[in-house]
């Protein structure tokens, strides 16, 4: 998932698989030091391995803080309503168990997918909280949009 260029078209460079695992031993380390982080997702009915959804600390050097909700699929499991799915899960997870008071969602000003889903969730974006990210080279990756909500 993390080497195809489809799935990482809005994110970034592929990925290896020495960085992949290092990347999910991360997630876990920081979700066993958080209590939350990134869960992995499957389909119910076969428990295939399909991506992952969850909430994260927004990254160090952006223009806001905060708890940003994320997900990631394979290729295959696009259009099958599981980002969505997975998503309003984590939201809860967020809102209910987390308490928290406002959830962000962050993706490149061209994922219009993402930003589907995020308005499905009941996300808003202000135009005005747009930016240009700044660990990303100038280019079709920097400018971001910004989604929230406040539950």
């Known amino acids: 998932m993390n080497a195809d260029p489809e799935v990482l078209e809005h994110l970034g460079d592929l990925l290896t698989r020495e960085q992949s695992d290092a990347s999910v031993a991360r997630f876990q380390a920081e979700?066993?030091?958080?209590?939350?982080?990134?869960?992995?997702?499957?389909?119910?009915?076969?428990g295939q391995f399909i991506g992952f959804t969850g909430l994260d600390q927004v990254d160090d050097g952006m223009p806001f803080t905060g708890v940003e909700i994320g997900w990631r699929l394979a290729r295959s499991a696009w259009g099958h309503g599981y980002a969505t799915e997975a998503a309003r899960a984590s939201l809860a997870y967020g809102c209910e168990t987390l308490e928290l008071r406002e959830i962000l969602a962050v993706t490149t000003a061209t994922n219009l997918r993402s930003q589907a889903v995020m308005r499905?969730?009941?996300?808003?974006?202000?135009?005005?909280?747009?930016?240009?990210?700044?660990?990303?080279?100038?280019?079709?990756?920097?400018?971001?949009?910004?989604?929230?909500?406040?539950?």
């Open 120 to 151: 499905r969730i009941g996300m808003t974006r202000d135009p005005a909280d747009d930016f240009d990210d700044p660990s990303v080279p100038e280019g079709p990756l920097r400018r971001n949009v910004l989604y929230r909500i406040r539950p």
């Open 31 to 46: 979700f066993d030091q958080r209590g939350y982080g990134w869960w992995a997702v499957e389909v119910l009915d076969t």
